[in-house]
């Protein structure tokens, strides 16, 4: 009786409302930071600083080496170990699953909102999607017919890496075509000097082949418009990169399609499905939509030419990883050439970092500037008025 009591008493009473109270409020409280995380999703703006907050050029970056490492070893041993030897049919195959997953996204109200239709004219969402398709495409093309060295790993690093060398002065030759960007003169020697490197690591194994080299020089343009048009889609026109990917998407397959008589050999539809060549082919497919993601933030986070240089990196860390983790011998001209090139990407980062900070405190100055010529409010006048009272009457 004395513990009905005392639970019965005002003082327990009040504590127990004291706790549901506070409950409360912490459910209030995450109600409200679900509130404004998912209305930051539903407006592009909000999406797109969202965006930058998760995924900087760090972490973009670093995700899209991590992912392009792996879905070059998946599609070997899916075109090479599986059978699947059909480029254009696995490019659509990718390119299909993310469809679906981005749809499922959209089931849930997870894909970011788009910018208005008045931004962006469909003209250019149209072409980011060609483009997307040829470069893709092409590129897995590329990677069947050219010649690749095995590391014990399986990786690309022939006649499809110099075309990708290529990729480099096609941007920057682009770019000040169609926007009128230059390039710094120190840029532009520490981009010849990790193309220069590059060629130098990867010339030792390049193998002649006719069909793969007119494929590879195909790639280049496709692959620099793709790079210039998803990095300045979403820098100057405040898409997110799966915004972008849900719009373009459809584009990429019906061009895939269109691609698949011409550059596939026959009895792709006739391929034996299995447990394993299912799994392999998912696994790759899976790889691909993380790869088309984390390029596209990376190009929204840095530029074209950034995310051409980390391709050029991830070459010459594959190659000098086998040379000191699995006892690989590329050759001594080969590993010159690599930390030649490794050498020019550092240059190229560090006057990328200045700029970037130059850029940051030229922002900062007008902004500080215009604070100093503010007109002064009455409040502060008769605040300067009683000062000056107060030094007469001392």
């Not at 480099?168 to 840029?187: C, S, Y």
Request: net charge positive; glycine share 8%.
């Amino acid at each position: 009786m004395g513990l009905l009591s005392f639970l019965r008493g005002k003082d327990v009473r009040r504590f127990i409302k004291r706790k549901d109270s506070d409950a409360g409020d912490a459910g209030r409280a995450l109600e409200e930071l679900r509130g404004v995380l998912y209305s930051e999703l539903r407006t592009s703006e909000g999406a797109k600083r969202q965006q930058q907050r998760l995924c900087g050029p760090v972490v973009a970056m670093t995700f899209n080496f991590l992912v392009a490492v792996g879905i070059i070893m998946a599609n070997k041993l899916v075109m090479g170990k599986v059978g699947f030897n059909f480029p254009i049919y696995l490019t659509l195959i990718h390119y299909s699953s993310a469809w679906v997953l981005l749809a499922i996204f959209k089931a849930f109200s997870l894909l970011p909102a788009s910018p208005p239709s008045k931004t962006t004219p469909f003209s250019s969402l149209f072409s980011l999607g060609v483009v997307m398709a040829f470069a893709s495409g092409l590129a897995n093309t590329s990677l069947k017919h050219n010649s690749f060295l095995t590391i014990k790993l399986i990786c690309s690093v022939g006649f499809y890496q110099m075309a990708k060398i290529a990729v480099t002065p096609t941007i920057v030759l682009a770019e000040f075509i169609l926007f009128r960007k230059t390039v710094t003169f120190n840029k532009i020697l520490a981009l010849a000097v990790v193309s220069v490197g590059v060629a130098v690591a990867t010339v030792t194994d390049l193998e002649f082949n006719l069909f793969g080299a007119c494929i590879a020089v195909a790639w280049i343009i496709p692959s620099s418009i793709n790079k210039i048009l998803w990095s300045n889609l979403q820098q100057q026109g405040n898409w997110t990169a799966l915004a972008l990917m849900w719009k373009t998407t459809p584009v990429t397959i019906f061009f895939l399609v269109a691609l698949m008589p011409w550059l596939d050999p026959p009895g792709g539809f006739s391929f034996v499905w299995n447990l394993g060549n299912s799994s392999a082919v998912l696994i790759s497919a899976l790889l691909g939509f993380l790869l088309q993601w984390s390029g596209a933030l990376a190009l929204g986070a840095t530029s074209a030419t950034s995310h051409v240089v980390l391709g050029q990196f991830k070459t010459c860390v594959i190659l000098l990883g086998g040379y000191v983790l699995f006892d690989s011998d590329p050759g001594f001209v080969s590993i010159c050439g690599a930390v030649t090139a490794l050498l020019g990407m550092s240059v190229y980062t560090s006057l990328n970092l200045k700029e970037s900070q130059e850029s940051s405190s030229s922002n900062q100055t007008p902004k500080q500037s215009s604070s100093a010529l503010k007109p002064k409010s009455t409040e502060d006048t008769t605040e300067e008025t009683n000062v000056k009272d107060d030094s007469n009457v001392v």
